[in-house]
């Protein structure tokens, strides 16, 4: 089975965190496995589990964040999907060693942006172990690596 590693997001430069408006970054790991999935055809076979990935950024309020448009995480490449967070807080899910669960709550004066990560281009096993995020801010290219470990959810049974 694979092992996830999860990075918790951290700033090249702390400069980048002032000058985009940007307080906090989360950075949360997920597999999901298909449940009972009945055979289509003779030879067909559902696809196995995936892992998904939810990125949570801070921001001040009346600021705006980069306009994030790719991630890579240990070689593979991921579209990002900027959605605003209109509830004052965000259950995020379970923690899997600690079963803790995790509900996001911005300070006050900051809101939440939440980016999903879609699979672009996968690359098995190649490439760097850290997680990138790219992006453009006031017509600039903005390039964020993360090098902790993510934060593990507990696994999904899709049904």
């Not at 400069?15 to 289509?40: A, C, E, N």
């Not at 300070?107 to 992006?135: P, R, Y």
Request: glycine residues 6%; contains cysteine; positive net charge.
């Amino acid at each position: 089975m694979r092992y996830l590693l999860s990075v918790l997001l951290l700033v090249q430069s702390v400069s980048l965190f002032g000058q985009y408006h940007i307080k906090k970054v989360w950075l949360f790991s997920q597999l999901r496995s298909p449940g009972m999935v009945p055979r289509k055809q003779p030879g067909w076979q559902p696809a196995g589990p995936t892992t998904i990935y939810l990125c949570f950024i801070e921001v001040a309020k009346d600021e705006r964040t980069a306009d994030w448009q790719t991630a890579s995480i240990k070689g593979n490449k991921y579209s990002v999907a900027m959605v605003p967070v209109q509830e004052d807080s965000v259950f995020v899910g379970t923690e899997k060693t600690t079963k803790a669960l995790i509900c996001l709550k911005p300070s006050a004066g900051n809101k939440l942006v939440k980016l999903e990560l879609l699979l672009k281009d996968q690359t098995v096993g190649v490439g760097d172990t850290a997680a990138f995020l790219e992006g453009v801010a006031h017509k600039k290219r903005v390039v964020f690596k993360y090098d902790q470990p993510i934060v593990q959810l507990a696994p999904v049974l899709m049904p």
